[in-house]
Every structure is written in C-alpha cells, then in structure tokens.
C-alpha cells in the first residue's frame, strides 16, 4: 500500500507498543550450551511457526530452535493494526527494517521495469506485514496437486480437515452482522488463528453486492473465504484480524511454542547454509545449519538430531539450498560452490499472481483517501480510535469483498492455448475492491479527489521464472525474475479483465458514483489496454513453486510428496516455494494448511 510522507511521519513516533509476551533470544551465546536440538526450523514465518508449535507440543516434546533473519514484531505498531500493516514493506524510493527488500529484474512483459518485491523480514513473515485476506483456494487447486505429487494426502478431501485446526472464526470489529456473508459449518471456531470479516462497513460495500445481482457475469459467492472449496463469484473479505487487531502466525502459533521450555527462537540469525559431514545410504545427511547476524559476524553452527525445516520462503529458500551446493550444477560453477547435490529444478518455476490497480475517480463520501494521503487532520483521530477501542478503519484490512472469475469458454486464445486453471470450476483471474486509491508502485496519490480502485489480479498465469544467486555472498540478494507477462495467455488474460472491470461499474447501482476512469485505464482497443497493463501491472507478493514438490522418484522437482528434500537426508521443506503451482488464492490460507500437514508428516501422523 502507498504511504504518504504525512502518514509515515505520523507513524514513525507511534512505532512501538508495550511488550506483548516473553523474550526470545537476541545472540547465539543465549544458545542452550551444546547448541543441538532435535528440530531446527529456518523460517519464522507462516510455516516456520505453524511446525514450532504442533511438533513441540504433545506429551513427548520434541527440542526446536527457530532460527529468523528478521527482527521480532514484539512492540510494533504497525504489525498490530491491521490496516497500517502494509507500511512495514518497501516502497519505490523506501526501504524498511522489517523486510527484505528486494527487487525484481528488469521485467520484459513490464516494459522494462523493476520494482521492490516485498517480504517480511520479522517474526511471523510475510503474515505479520501482509494484507491478512485469509482464504484457501479451490478444492481443484489441492486435487491437482495430489495429481502433480503423487500423493492423495494433498487432495481436498485429505486436506480440508486442517482448516478446523487452523483457524478460528471470531466476530468482526463492529460486531456487525455476518448473516449471509460466509458459512459458518464450513469453517472453524476452535482454531489457532483468528479470521473475521469486515469490521468496518463502508457504503460502497452495498454497492458491490447490488453488482452480483443485476450482472449475471458477476455472481454472489456465500463464502469468500473457501472453506467449500469454491472460489468463483463475488463475495466478503475473511481477514486474519480478531478483537481488531492482526492476527499472525507469531501472535498465535509462535506465542505457544515460546510457553514452552524447550522451544528457543532466535533472531537476527541469518542462514549462511546448511552443511553436510557425512552420508547415509549414500546420500548426503545435513544435520548442521550456519548462519551469521550480518556480513562479517562470526558464524554460529547447529546441530539437528532429526531434521532441519526450510521454511524460508519462494526466494530463500532456494537461496540457502544454492549456497548449500544443492541446485544446478553449472550455476555453482560459475560461483565457485561445490555441488553436493545436481538439482537443476532448485529456483526454477517461479510463479506469481500478477496485479493491476484499475482506479476510479469517485464521488465518494467515505472514501479512506485522506488516511492515505496522511491527512493530519484525520490520521490521529483514527488511530486514537483503534488505540482505545479496537475499533475504525484503521481495525479493518484493505478489502471489504472480493471475487474470482474466469475468462468466457469460448474466449479466443483457448483456440491456440489449452485452459491453464486447475479445474473447470477455478479461476482465471481476481477482482478486489478498495475504497481508495492503490497503486502500490505507481504515481502516489495525488492530492485532491476521492478514488476506487479495482484491482485485477491474473490468478492462473503461464509464465514461469526463477531465484537465482548474484553471489556466493549469503548476504547478496538474490537475482529474482518472474518473467511476468510473457506468454500469450498472461498478457490476454489480464486485457480481458481490463474490461470486465470496467463492465463491473456499468451497473445501476453506479451510476452516480462512477465518474471516469483514471489514467490509462480509459483506453479501450486490444494495444491500449495491453501497453496500460505492461506499464501499470506489479507484484501481488504470492511467489511459489522455486522447490517444488513431485513425486517420488521424479527427475524433476525438489521435494518428495512428504517434503523431504530430494537426494538428501535430514531436510524438509515447508512453505510456498513446494506450490508447484498458483493456487487460487491469496498464499498465506494454502500456505497454512501446507504447514498444517507438514507437522503430522514430520510426526508421522499423515
């Protein structure tokens, strides 16, 4: 989200809060003395945290060192208001400490641009800096990936179980009404983290619902937050937020494991790689980790009795597996890393969902345009109400609905391209509606107006890329190039819901709200449309498949069926870099159950 000088100075004196639980460990000399522990998890992000808790818990608890690169969110504003969240990530010309920071490519299919890919660098990850829209996707989404890995335990049917493990739903933070808007058998109560919808109804939500009844080609969904499995239509937001404030993998599934005696966590302890001493049924055993606090800090060594869990993420964890000589061996060549294991599937397959800020100019009475802008006159007041109450704009996620949909059957580039969603009944491409102006990397708002913005999102997109190292430097970045746009279906797909978007406000209901189109999103003719989206489309921040997962004795992929790393002993993978594929959702839901399942396979109970 774009954030007005006005509303960053604003925050930088209200960055921190009270402490909200235990210390965690700062530096490796707090390490418990002979520094080996049964489990070493890298990654304190959705995954990473999901696994600490379910495998240290039970009667027989297991040892587990979480090992995080960032910074705790113990304190930070920012990470505890749900609307401010987005704040924490990088902008065009701004960096923060509580993320990665890194920048895409030159893109092609972009006319050349690069921009920043955000990443939470921070207890809980990319969940704890994230836009918390908490959904799982399409039942057809996890029957392929039983299909693509060989293994029916990833099949809906399989899978859904865990959502009840996971989540529990909770009131929004107006307490409004929820009737009609999801369906509650579908979902949990009892759960970890906390998901709710919109808790602060603003007038053009009516508007949208009035949409699906007039427009055929936008129906009504009941449950926008997938727990029937069914993604098509338009309907209301679930967001990981309760009692107002955000709800991440480290306010829930970290704040248990670190109640327990033997869970140590430590931060600011970036993985340099992992190291291997010894073989196995003649495969390498990894049972030691590296890592360091910054370039030229001593490096520290652990020991894992039972696994080490890679839990860093699409970019790093192929970064580490690379570092660690696991991955093409021609690329470590050139950098002078010895190949332990010839994997050329390590990084490769990078996929993300593509977005495209279609903005409205509006007459808009209660538009949050003038939070964004940092409006003095407005900023302290909300957050005076979200400080003593919970309560406002500020309590609410960016989103109040949104849908998926799918291109027309007889659409013309199903004549030369075979349909690449997962199913009959999955999406091509996403709508979200937001009651202000959003361009995450474009021109910042400008300084009069009210706006809408219609976010089109490619949900299903060909085009494929990779994490590959600039540097045997753990501490460089590495190169990371989606390759967004490059095929002929991305680039169609995304024309297409140009103009459905556009269809969308043609509604009655809109009639006197709708003033124009912003920028180019007034053009009309396929080369119009197409030369808007090269120049304005982004990031959703949703990459997977840079590990991914195939079945067993595959010569392609990175991981087994039961994620453990392929040609190895001693390593799992556990996060989005094993999606082989998109699914039909925002990541953070898939990503959950993902981990979810991973615990009871590390336990032996799947």
Same mark, same amino acid.
């Given at each position: ?6 509303l ?24 418990r ?11 304190? =992000?959705n ?8 495998? @240290? ?6 040892s ?5 690169? =960032? ?9 505890q ?10 902008g /065009?010309?701004?960096?923060?400490? $509580? ?7 030159? #893109? ?9 890919? *955000?990443? +939470?660098?921070m ?10 829209v908490?959904?799982f +996707? ?14 029916n ?26 009737? +009609?808007?999801f369906?509650p #058998?579908?979902?949990?109560?009892g ?5 709710s919808?919109?808790?602060n109804?603003?007038s053009i ?14 129906? $009504?969904n009941?449950?926008? +937050? ?6 098509? =239509? ?6 990981s ?8 993998? @480290?306010? /829930? ?7 327990r ?15 291997t ?17 910054? !370039? ?28 660690s000589?696991?991955?093409?061996? /021609? ?7 010895? /190949?332990v ?10 996929s993300?969902?593509?977005?495209? *800020? ?5 007459r ?17 007041g ?21 849908? $998926? $949909?799918r291109?027309p ?16 009944t ?11 102006y959003?361009?995450?990397?474009? *021109?910042?708002? *400008? ?23 600039? @540097?045997?430097?753990p501490?460089?970045?590495?190169i990371?190039?989606?390759?967004f ?18 269809r969308?406000v ?9 003033i ?6 007034? #053009?009309?003719s ?9 120049q ?7 990459p ?5 997962i ?10 087994? !069926? ?11 993978i556990?996060?989005?870099?094993v ?9 953070? =839901? ?17």
């Amino acid at each position: 989200m774009p954030t007005s000088a006005g509303l960053r100075l604003v925050l930088s004196s209200l960055l921190l809060l009270p402490s909200a639980f235990g210390a965690l460990l700062t530096d490796p000399s707090q390490l418990r003395g002979d520094r080996t522990y049964d489990y070493v998890i890298v990654g304190a =992000g959705n995954a990473g945290n999901v696994i600490a808790e379910r495998i @240290s818990a039970g009667p027989h608890p297991k040892s587990v060192l979480v090992l995080e690169a =960032g910074v705790s969110d113990e304190g930070v504003l920012a990470a505890q208001v749900p609307f401010l969240g987005p704040t924490l990530t990088p902008g /065009t010309f701004r960096r923060t400490p $509580f993320d990665w920071n890194y920048t895409v490519a030159p #893109q092609e299919g972009l006319d050349g641009r690069t921009f920043p890919f *955000p990443r +939470g660098k921070m207890l809980g990850g990319c969940s704890s800096v994230n836009y918390m829209v908490h959904h799982f +996707g399409s039942s057809e989404d996890y029957n392929k990936l039983a299909r693509d890995s060989g293994d029916n335990g990833w099949s809906w049917s399989s899978i859904k179980k865990y959502i009840f493990k996971h989540e529990k739903i909770v009131p929004p933070a107006d307490n409004s009404d929820t009737d +009609g808007k999801f369906l509650p #058998q579908f979902h949990g109560t009892g759960g970890t983290v906390s998901v709710s919808l919109p808790g602060n109804s603003q007038s053009i939500d009516a508007k949208v619902i009035a949409t699906t009844d007039e427009l055929p080609e936008f129906p $009504f969904n009941p449950d926008q +937050g997938h727990g029937n499995g069914q993604v098509l =239509g338009m309907g209301w937001t679930q967001n990981s937020i309760g009692e107002g404030a955000r709800s991440s993998s @480290s306010t /829930t599934y970290l704040k248990e494991a670190l109640k327990r005696p033997h869970v140590d966590v430590l931060i600011n302890a970036h993985v340099t790689k992992l190291v291997t001493t010894r073989k196995k049924r003649g495969r390498p055993v990894f049972d030691k980790v590296q890592f360091a606090s910054g !370039p030229g800090a001593p490096v520290t060594t652990v020991t894992a009795r039972r696994e080490i869990i890679l839990s860093a993420g699409a970019f790093g964890t192929p970064q580490i597996l690379l570092l660690s000589g696991i991955g093409p061996k /021609t690329d470590l060549d050139v950098l002078g890393i010895p /190949t332990v294991i010839h994997n050329p599937s390590v990084g490769q397959n990078l996929s993300d969902h593509v977005l495209l *800020p279609n903005i409205f100019n509006v007459r808009g009475q209660d538009t949050l345009d003038q939070i964004i802008r940092g409006d003095p006159n407005v900023v302290p007041g909300v957050l005076d109400q979200w400080t003593t109450s919970r309560s406002g704009p500020l309590a609410n996620g960016v989103t109040n609905n949104l849908g $998926f $949909f799918r291109l027309p059957a007889n659409s013309s580039i199903f004549n030369s391209v075979s349909d690449p969603a997962t199913g009959p009944t999955a999406s091509h491409w996403e709508m979200i509606v937001i009651n202000f102006y959003l361009n995450p990397f474009g *021109p910042p708002i *400008p300084p009069a107006g009210t706006f809408m913005t219609l976010i089109s999102a490619l949900i299903s997109p060909t085009s494929r890329g990779f994490v590959r190292l600039a @540097s045997a430097d753990p501490f460089t970045a590495p190169i990371i190039d989606p390759k967004f746009l490059t095929t002929q279906f991305d680039i169609f797909a995304l024309r297409e819901a140009v103009r459905a978007t556009k269809r969308f406000v043609t509604a009655s209901v809109w009639n006197d709200y709708v003033i124009s189109p912003w920028g180019g999103l007034a #053009q009309t003719s396929d080369e119009g449309i197409d030369a808007y989206v090269r120049q304005q489309s982004t990031t959703v921040y949703h990459p997977v498949g840079t590990a991914a997962i195939s079945p067993r004795g595959a010569n392609y992929g990175v991981v087994d !069926p039961d994620l453990k790393l392929k040609g190895a002993e001693g390593v799992r993978i556990a996060d989005a870099s094993v999606w082989p594929f998109l699914p039909n959702a925002h990541t953070q =839901g898939p990503v959950y159950l993902l981990a979810e399942r991973a615990a009871d396979l590390i336990l032996g109970r799947a």
